[in-house]
Nanobody
């Protein structure tokens, strides 16, 4: 069973930065596709950033140029660098991984959709104060 464990959340003031990490274990697939999502209580989970082997990284418009996703293969770790944080970024952040990755023609549409991913971490809380 694939296991995802997030860390790095916390409380910061607006304008600050945080780096989230997701330790990945037992992910046996040659092609990977993984993502970060976030969710505010009472709202739907939304995709933030996605990465997949051989495909371009994909970001939600609200985080473009502020967040960066990357994967460290030797460490089997997924990262999300978050800069210029604002209170609207406050949420529980989740790491996700997929067993079957979308093909290139559908990646842009499916990269940040929850139905693409079937493995999820427990989440790490990010709180940004004004």
């Amino acid at each position: 069973q694939v296991q995802l464990v997030e860390s790095g959340g916390g409380s910061v003031q607006a304008g600050g930065s945080l780096r989230l990490s997701c330790a990945v274990s037992r992910y046996p697939y040659t092609r990977y596709c993984m993502a970060w999502f976030r969710q505010v209580t009472g709202k739907e989970r939304e995709g933030v950033a996605a990465i997949a082997s051989g495909l371009p990284t994909n970001y939600a418009e609200s985080v473009q140029a502020r967040f960066t996703i990357w994967r460290d293969s030797p460490e089997n770790t997924l990262y999300l660098q978050m800069n210029s944080l604002n209170p609207e970024d406050t949420a529980m952040y989740y790491c996700a991984a997929a067993q079957f990755c979308p093909v290139r023609s559908t990646w842009d549409v499916n990269a940040l959709e929850t139905h693409t991913y079937n493995y999820w971490g427990q989440g790490t809380q990010v709180t940004v104060s004004s």
